[in-house]
Nanobody, 122 residues
Framework: QVQLAESGGGLVLAGASLRLSCAASGRTFYSYAVAWFRQAPGKEREFVATVSWTGGTIYYADSVKGRFTISRDNVKNMAYLQMNSLKPEDTAVYYC???????????????WGQGTQVTVSS
C-alpha cells in the first residue's frame, strides 16, 4: 500500500516557476513508477509526466516537454515536478500517482494523491 500527498501548488503569473512535491508513505514506494496528471475544470484528467522506479525511463506530454521536469528521490520517498515557463493553460489540479510501469495511461496507476491546485494568471 502506498499513500501519496502532493504539495507546492499555488497562484503564479505566467512565465513563473513552481515545484510540486509528492510525499509517499510505504516501504515499497521505490518499486513503483510515479506520474503526474492534471485536471482542468470541465476537462478529463490528462497525463503530464512519468518516471520509472530507477529513474531511467521518463515520458512527458508534448504540451509540457522542455518546460517541466519530473524527478524522484527513493531514499526520501519523494517525487517532484519542476514546472518552468508556466502558461495559463497549465492551470489545473495536479495529481501524483504510483503504478507498476511508467505509462501515459491513467488507468494503469494504482495509487493517487488528493491533488494540489496550480493557477497561472496572465
Amino acid at each position: 500500500q502506498v499513500q501519496l500527498a502532493e504539495s507546492g501548488g499555488g497562484l503564479v503569473l505566467a512565465g513563473a516557476s513552481l515545484r510540486l512535491s509528492c510525499a509517499a508513505s510505504g516501504r515499497t514506494f521505490y518499486s513503483y513508477a510515479v506520474a503526474w496528471f492534471r485536471q482542468a475544470p470541465g476537462k478529463e484528467r490528462e497525463f503530464v509526466a512519468t518516471v520509472s522506479w530507477t529513474g531511467g525511463t521518463i515520458y512527458y506530454a508534448d504540451s509540457v516537454k522542455g518546460r517541466f521536469t519530473i524527478s524522484r528521490d527513493n531514499v526520501k520517498n519523494m517525487a517532484y515536478l519542476q514546472m518552468n515557463s508556466l502558461k495559463p493553460e497549465d492551470t489545473a489540479v495536479y495529481y501524483c500517482a504510483a503504478g507498476g510501469t511508467p505509462t501515459v495511461l491513467r488507468g494503469k496507476y494504482d495509487y493517487w494523491g488528493q491533488g494540489t491546485q496550480v493557477t497561472v494568471s496572465s
